[in-house]
């Protein structure tokens, strides 16, 4: 396995909206480079059918240039964190409107068994009114201690609290302690973000009680 050097970016074309809707949807979703066979694409097709998804905030996305993917219907862009033969791994921020910007963080330290680095992705998009919504979307690192968790979310907030405007923060935050999603919480205050809490309890990956799959906003109003 080796670092990957660039972002990935998917661009469909450019005569086409490029605001967000009044009202749009969000997909959050640890896809464990999973994304590439027949069955996610099949139940990817009927989700998008069911749902109005414009925002995608996806983790551990697998991307191989030789083989079609469902998420190529989405402008979008991904930051590496792996690359293995012909695959590259990470974390992708996708729209149904091209973004405005987007840039990425690699984490500082490795995780402790693979010795990998996990990546962070910022995306900007222009919303009705002329204002700019940030979606950052964060794998964290995982098998490492207390005080290197929160250095690194610390990195990440950091970077996230340059943005004055609306924003989503969401991701896999590998939150399966006290120590941790405390950590997160107080993070997430700091910059006034209210946490989405869904009646879907099943549709959040948790460990020992712990959610580990946040949503994170502020400066928009939660429809559902």
């Avoid at 009927?46 to 191989?64: F, G, S, T």
């Avoid at 469902?70 to 996708?94: T, W």
Wanted: proline residues 4%; neutral net charge.
């Amino acid at each position: 396995m080796i670092k990957p050097l660039s972002m990935i970016r998917n661009t469909l074309r450019l005569d086409e909206e490029s605001l967000l809707p009044s009202e749009f949807g969000l997909l959050c979703w640890n896809v464990h480079k999973q994304n590439l066979g027949g069955r996610f694409e099949h139940f990817f097709g009927e989700l998008l059918e069911r749902c109005p998804i414009d925002l995608l905030a996806l983790q551990e996305v697998k991307l191989n240039s030789a083989i079609p993917c469902v998420l190529d219907s989405f402008h979008f862009s991904l930051a590496p964190n792996i690359r293995f033969f012909n695959h590259i791994y990470g974390v992708l921020n996708g729209s149904r409107v091209p973004e405005h910007e987007t840039s990425s963080i690699l984490s500082t330290h490795r995780e402790s068994m693979i010795q990998t680095r996990k990546s962070a992705i910022f995306s900007t998009y222009p919303l009705p009114g002329g204002e700019m919504l940030l979606l950052a979307n964060l794998h964290a690192i995982n098998f490492r201690s207390t005080r290197i968790y929160n250095k690194e979310i610390e990195a990440i907030f950091e970077k996230i609290g340059r943005h004055s405007g609306a924003m989503i923060v969401t991701g896999d935050f590998n939150s399966w302690n006290r120590a941790r999603i405390g950590f997160v919480l107080k993070s997430a205050g700091a910059l006034h973000l209210q946490s989405i809490e869904t009646e879907h309890t099943h549709l959040i990956k948790s460990f020992m009680n712990y959610k580990l799959d946040h949503i994170f906003y502020r400066g928009l109003q939660l429809v559902e």
